[in-house]
Structures are given as C-alpha cells and as structure tokens.
C-alpha cells in the first residue's frame, strides 16, 4: 500500500482493497493472527522465504530501532502512499527521531515516545492526521492539549504523567491504561473501548473499578492475576458487546456469574490464560455471542455443551493441547477454525459451515480427508476447507 501497489477498486477505498487481500491471505494460513490478535507472516512461510533467501535477509535488534527509523527516513519522499507505521514490541526504544513530521500521509502510529528534547514532543504530530499510541509522556507535558484529533491512546509507564481530562479528546475511541491510571479518570474520560494493563502488585482485579463507566462497549484486561466481580459491578457493565481476556497467568477460572451478566456481548477472547481449567455454564446466557477465539489455554480439555445452544458463529480454537472434544453440534457455525488441538479427533455437526482450518491435529485431519475421511460427509459441502499451510479445498 506504501508503494501504491494496492489501488482503489470501484466503491472501495485503498484500504477495503487491502482488507480483502489479508481476509483472503488469513484464510489461506499464508497469513496467521497469534494470541495477541496481531496479524504476521506464518511461521512455515517465513521460513521457506528465510531459506530463499539464503538468511540473507536483514535484520535489526530493538536497541537499533530508532537509528533505522533515522535512516528510513531518507526514503520517506518515496512512501507518498505510506498510511500505517507499526512498532511492535520496541522496549528498549526510548526516543523518536525528529522527522517524523515529514510522514504527512500516515493515518496510523502504533506509538510514539514523547522525550524530552524539542524535537521529541508531541508538536512533532501537529500537523499529521493520525491515530495511535502515546508512550512516555515528560514530566512537564499535560496531557488534554496533546492530540485533539487523537483516536487511539496508550498511557505505559508514564509515572509522572501529569493527567489532566482527556474529555477534550473528542475523537479518542480507544484507551489503553494501567489499573492504577484508570483511578485518576473520570466517567468524561473513558472512551468506548478500554485496554486496562493489571499491575503486578495487585493480586485481585476488582470489576467495580469500571462501575462509571457505563458507556463502555469493548473492554480488555490483561494480566490480572484473578477478576473480582459483585453483581452491582457487572450491571454497569450491560452494554458491553466485546471482552477480552489476555495474558492472565494465574486465574484458573473466569469469575462466577460474570458470563451471565454480560449477555450484550457478541465477541469473547481468551488468550494466553495458562492456569485456566474450563469454561463456565453460565456461557449459555450470551444469546448475542457471534465470535469465540480461545487461544494457548493448556489446560482446557473440554468445551460446555451449552455452545450448541449459542448463535455463535465464528469459534477459533488455537493451542488448547488437552483439548479432547468440540461441542457435539454447532447448528449456526458459519466458520470454524481448530489449530494445534492434537487431542481433538472429531468433527461436530456443523450444517451452516462455510469455512473450515485444521492445523496441527492429524488425527482431526485425517478423519476430514476428502471422500475416505470418516467425518467427510459431515463437511463435504462446505465451500473453504484447509488442512494444512498450502492446501485448500
């Protein structure tokens, strides 16, 4: 898209077109989405380009990461089209070059960290249209003044941060926070979609903390060791549609009750939660719940029977090695997507699928082979069936 290869196509814009195209590669495992929902190249396919190659490819350590921002930026002029720039994961990156202004066509910055040199302020981005993340505010920078036209916003590490309302960020959707930052705002404060970051030192994440915000629609929590939920808490929380859950080391089990508060919500993700046992029954009250993604959960060897009574329509299952079963039948399932999952050796009923991906399970694999597959007459209609990184039904 940088380069214009990627152009409009009739009522589509640039970026519908480029949408279509990673849809279409996502489907075909040549692209892969790991447990933190960030979309890369596939192990196997960065391998065999590594071996084209000849490991001849270049490579950069963090530490290296804003000097070769320093010399991308001569080739800037070239990058008329560029509209996203994503840094992911640069910890040791502590200063911003300061030609950033230069990128007038960006649209979108994974983050920015705001120094203490003149050149390193957020009147770098001024002028330039964009959303994203802003990390490592000075000690003497407010923040409501920063970034009107702001949409994203991700506060890290910002110990001094001198925090001021962010209501006057009238475009801000989303905001990412620790638990104790999100002590310090207001009602006028919390944009629809919050990220909450649970620091070490709490041992219990208390739901209550979110009782005033009310307009919440899409709420993350990562790292809490446990959830503490009280029906008064979860009430405030009706209008939720999206929840996510990552990189909760410790919780064995999502709170009880909780599921059978939140009956709004129509997407649930569960990443990285490696103490976690099951599911709760209690899953059967998300009448609305279309998607499901449950990823590197070691110890799940089964999923409730409730789902067969769910709408749900799109259930990704990725890194559950116990996992010993699906659900029996899953009247409404459109897509169904089962990777390294060793122990699963059936398919369900499955009369709406669309499509289908196994990976990583060969006992599953060989039961869906095409015509002597014992579950093949369970899936021979469906339109998109892929068993491994290169073939495709």
């Known amino acids: 898209m940088a380069h214009g290869y990627i152009s409009s196509k009739g009522n589509l814009q640039v970026e519908d077109v480029g949408n279509e195209i990673c849809d279409e590669l996502l489907l075909r495992s040549l692209l892969d989405v790991n447990y933190k929902s960030k979309i890369g190249m596939h192990n196997l396919v960065h391998d065999l380009v590594e071996s084209i190659m000849e490991n001849k490819s270049p490579e950069y350590k963090v530490k290296e990461i804003s000097q070769v921002l320093v010399a991308l930026t001569k080739k800037f002029a070239s990058l008329r089209n560029l509209q996203d720039l994503c840094l992911w994961d640069c910890e040791s990156l502590c200063d911003m070059p300061s030609t950033m202004r230069v990128l007038n066509g960006l649209k979108t910055l994974s983050m920015f960290i705001v120094g203490l040199k003149r050149d390193n302020q957020l009147e770098e981005l001024e002028c330039l249209n964009i959303s994203g993340r802003l990390e490592g505010f000075s000690k003497e920078q407010e923040s409501k003044e920063a970034f009107p036209i702001l949409e994203k916003l991700r506060i890290k590490r910002c110990f001094s941060l001198i925090l001021s309302s962010l209501s006057s960020l009238k475009k801000l959707e989303e905001l990412t926070c620790s638990s104790s930052t999100l002590a310090l705002l207001s009602e006028q404060d919390i944009p629809r979609e919050l990220c909450i970051e649970i620091e070490e030192n709490l041992t219990s994440f208390p739901i209550e903390m979110l ?31 999206r929840l996510f859950l990552h990189d909760c080391k410790t919780m064995r089990c999502l709170p009880e009750g909780m599921l059978g508060h939140l009956t709004g919500l129509n997407i649930l993700e569960i990443w990285g939660c490696p103490e976690l046992i099951e599911l709760p029954e209690d899953i059967k009250h998300l009448h609305n719940l279309g998607k499901l993604m449950l990823w590197d959960l070691p110890k799940i060897t089964r999923l409730p029977q409730a789902f067969q009574h769910l709408t749900l329509l799109h259930l990704h299952v990725d890194d559950l090695p116990e996992l010993e079963s699906l659900p029996d039948q899953l009247p409404s399932l459109t897509i169904l997507a089962v990777r390294d999952c060793p122990k699963v050796v ?48």
């Open 211 to 241: 009782a005033k915000f009310s307009k919440l629609r899409s709420l993350t929590i990562k790292d809490a060791k446990e959830i503490y939920v009280t029906r008064e808490g979860l009430q405030s929380l009706k209008g939720l549609t």
């Open 346 to 393: 059936s398919i369900p009923a499955v009369p709406n699928l669309k499509a289908l991906t196994i990976i990583g399970c060969p006992q599953l694999e060989k039961r869906c082979q095409r015509g002597s597959g014992e579950d093949w007459h369970k899936i021979s209609y469906v339109h998109h069936i892929s068993f491994s990184l290169f073939s495709l039904i």
